[in-house]
């Protein structure tokens, strides 16, 4: 799963999948803004099959790849 989110993260920020690392926030580093969150919950949301209700998603809820990959296992 976390190969595919650094990808999904990467084709949305334009940043290369393997500077985005688990030790980052997405936000302070620039990769991901709120346009960008948009997209990459669609993306996610196709990739994995899930429904995401965007908006109940706070931005620390996902600010980082540990963050992220519990979101989406828990939705």
């Given at each position: 799963?976390?190969?595919?989110?650094?990808?999904?993260?990467a084709d949305v920020s334009g940043f290369d999948p393997e500077d985005i690392t688990d030790?980052?926030?997405f936000f302070?580093?620039?990769i991901l803004d709120s346009f960008g969150v948009v997209h990459?919950?669609?993306k996610?949301?196709?990739t994995f099959g899930k429904k995401i209700n965007i908006?109940?998603?706070v931005?620390?809820?996902?600010n980082t790849m540990d963050?992220?990959?519990?979101?989406?296992?828990n939705v």
């Open positions: 799963m976390k190969e595919t989110l650094q990808e999904l993260i030790d980052i926030d302070e580093e620039g990459l919950l669609v996610i949301e196709e908006a109940e998603i931005r620390d809820d996902i963050k992220l990959i519990a979101m989406v296992e």
